[in-house]
Antibody, heavy 122, light 107 residues
Framework: EVQLVESGGVVVQRGESLRLSCAAS????????MHWVRQAPGKGLEWVSL????????FYADSVKGRFTISRDNSKNSLYLQMNTLRDEDTAFYYC???????????????WGQGTLVTVSS | EIVMTQSPATLSVSPGERATLSCRAS??????LAWYQQKPGQAPRLLIY???TRATGVPARFSGSGSGTEFTLTISSLQSEDFAVYYC?????????FGPGTKVEIK
């Protein structure tokens, strides 16, 4: 059974940094691209970032480019999101999501974690 | 950048009735469209990809169709567990945009 478990969401002050983690199990983690998708409370979904299966390619939404860094450790079946210079508008549930395509990326998501809440307080 | 819209924003349907949800792209796209279901307090769940292919384990009452700029998700006979928010998402376009969602509520 595929499982994605996010952690690291807390209340932080504007301008601070935070690192989110996602522990994956139940599939060959090193064979799939992974994404972060966020959802402000009561709002819609926003794609945030993608990392290729080997970590060699990363992509970001314009809203987080230059502030967030996605990474992965295939030896630990783990995905990360380093979030710097946090803004009020970064307040959201952050979901780790598995790309549906084997050894590539399709940019749609066949499994999602339960999400971790990041609250940026001023 | 392609923008996705969904209509209606809220759809009130009685159990057992048919629900038709619309998703529109701001320009003509290939059939790289997915639909997700999200229940309160839960993560989204993939229902449909490739505009019309049901994901693993998705009941046959869910069907997707469309091409170009107009896509539709149809729930043939609403069950109690189907009341949720539904999002469409375009993929193979950058960045991959989501629609704003349609809430399907009990009438």
């Amino acid at each position: 059974e595929v499982q994605l478990v996010e952690s690291g969401g807390v209340v932080v002050q504007r301008g601070e940094s935070l690192r989110l983690s996602c522990a994956a199990s139940g599939f060959s983690f090193h064979d799939y691209a992974m994404h972060w998708v966020r959802q402000a409370p009561g709002k819609g979904l926003e794609w945030v970032s993608l990392i290729s299966w080997d970590g060699g390619a990363t992509f970001y939404a314009d809203s987080v480019k230059g502030r967030f860094t996605i990474s992965r450790d295939n030896s630990k079946n783990s995905l990360y999101l380093q979030m710097n210079t946090l803004r009020d508008e970064d307040t959201a549930f952050y979901y780790c999501a598995k790309d549906a395509k084997y050894s590539g990326h399709s940019d749609y998501f066949d499994y999602w974690g339960q999400g971790t809440l990041v609250t940026v307080s001023s | 950048e392609i923008v996705m819209t969904q209509s209606p924003a809220t759809l009130s349907v009685s159990p057992g009735e048919r629900a038709t949800l619309s998703c529109r792209a701001s320009q003509s796209v290939s059939s790289t469209l997915a639909w997700y279901q999200q229940k309160p307090g839960q993560a989204p769940r993939l229902l449909i990809y490739g505009a019309s292919t049901r994901a693993t384990g998705v009941p046959a009452r869910f069907s997707g169709s469309g091409s170009g700029t107009e896509f539709t998700l149809t729930i043939s006979s609403l069950q109690s567990e189907d009341f949720a928010v539904y999002y469409c998402q375009l993929y193979n376009h950058w960045p991959p945009p989501f629609g704003p969602g349609t809430k399907v509520e009990i009438k």
